[in-house]
């Protein structure tokens, strides 16, 4: 199988990631039983979850992105860990559809534009890192644009395609490309020129792996290096040990009422629908040491 990932740089200046997700799409719209329109939404995050997540260094990194705008589709959750692994939910996944003038999905009515976008990396520091910032369109490629410059100063342009067939994904990826400090003006000027180029995202990645999108369109400079050629793959990383942890955190009186009442604790995974059940002496032993 062809790596859905690539990492490419132009003379250590420039940094093109791109990540090519169709059956990812396709595998968020059948766990979590998607409308097109969440469809549309939860992929475009999703995409972005792979492209940040494979900067993560360690693998056992791990960040989470929340996005609400307020709108019909509610929030809007992906994670992605050092490992390529991303996974995503949507508050309200059975959202109807809403079609502009021109009959293409509006996914900013959907997602609302009065919101923000949390980010929360895990990368081994004391504190976990937080950004956070306002929405602008309510389309996800430019809110993720603006997070980037605004939140961690980075410079770069993001283009986020899906196309749909019969409910299912039939083509997308995203492309996001970074400016690194001290770049050669020149160069930028004429990545700028690309950029006004890289337009129809879903038709890019038709058959097309990462690497022949980035190539298609950065061959053309001279010290393209690709970097890194890998797989992002959609999988929940919960266990019995993460939920335990959530039930502690709940206190003891709690996770006992709860057991008093419903004769257990179940906990379905958001991310993969897995659900895990404790019964009375399993919760008990959880608050013995
Ligand atoms: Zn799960």
New binding site residues.
Partial sequence: MNANYCRAMINNMVVISAVEMKNIANKAVKLHNLSPVAAEALSRTLAVAGLMGKQLKNTTDYMSITLNGGGPLGSITVAANGKGEI?GTIDNPSVETEFNDEGNLTVANAVGKDGKITVVKDIGLKQPFVGTTQLVSGEIAQDFANYFVVSEQQPCALTIGFSWKKGKCASGGAVLVQVLPGCDPKLLFDIETTLYAMDQMSYQFANSTARQVIERFFACYDGLTVTDESFVNYK???STKRMQRLIRSLGKDEAMDIVAEQGKIQIQ??????TYNFDAQSVQKLFEN
């Fill in positions: 996974k929940c990383d919960c995974c958001h991310f993969c629908n897995k």
